[in-house]
C-alpha cells in the first residue's frame, strides 16, 4: 500500500465496484460520487502504489460526531492490515475535525470488523434487533475520540 488519500470522483468507480462486491445493499456510483468533497463528510482511500484503490472508508459528521458508513478492504486484499489502517487514519481524521465521537453499526455475525473495531477501543454501546433486511442485528459501537491517541499506534 502507498498512501490513504481523500476520496476524489476519479477513485469512485473503483470504490463503487468494492462496494458491489461486499455489501448486500452496496451504495451507487452516484451515492459514492455524491460523498467526494461533500462539506461535513470525510471520505478517504487507501491506495496501491499504482494507485488502484485498495479500500476506503467514510463518515458523516453529525452534531460533533462521526457516523461510519461503511469501511471495506478489496478481497484480493483483506488481511494485509489495511483495514488496520484504514481504521488508524479514520480515527486521526476524526480527531482532527475536532468530533467528539465515532459511532457505526455492524452486523452481530461479522466477527472480523469486530474485531477490528474493538482493538482500537471501539465499545459496544447497543444493538438495534433485526437492522440488516429485517432479519439481522447490528451492533453499535462506540469511540471517544477526545483525547484518543489509538491513532498513534
Ligand atoms: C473488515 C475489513 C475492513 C478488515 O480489513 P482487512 O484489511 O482485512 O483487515 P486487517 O488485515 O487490517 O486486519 C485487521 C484485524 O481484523 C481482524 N481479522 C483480519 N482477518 C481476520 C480473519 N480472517 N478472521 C477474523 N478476524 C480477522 C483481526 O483482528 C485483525 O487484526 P490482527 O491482524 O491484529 O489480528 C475487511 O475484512 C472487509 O472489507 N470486510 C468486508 C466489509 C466489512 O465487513 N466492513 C465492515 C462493516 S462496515
Known sequence: ??????????????????????????????????ICG???????????TDGSVLGFYSYNIVCGDGYINDIA????????????????????TASLCGLNGLTLE?????????RLYESFGFKESGIRKKFYQNTEDAVIYWLNVGGNDNFKR
Not at 461533500?38 to 496501491?48: L, Q, S
Not at 478492504?73 to 486521526?92: H, Q, S, T
Not at 455492524?106 to 469486530?114: F, G, H, L
Open 1 to 34: 500500500m502507498s498512501n490513504i488519500v481523500d476520496m476524489t470522483k476519479a477513485h469512485a468507480k473503483e470504490v463503487a465496484a468494492i462496494e458491489e462486491a461486499t455489501f448486500v445493499e452496496p451504495w451507487s456510483l452516484a451515492q459514492v460520487e455524491e
Open 38 to 48: 461533500k462539506f461535513g463528510a470525510v471520505a478517504r482511500v487507501a491506495e496501491d
Open 73 to 92: 478492504v478489496r478481497e484480493d486484499a483483506r488481511g494485509k492490515g489495511i483495514g488496520k489502517a484504514l481504521v488508524k487514519d479514520l480515527i486521526y
Open 106 to 114: 455492524v452486523r452481530i455475525s461479522n466477527e472480523r470488523a469486530r
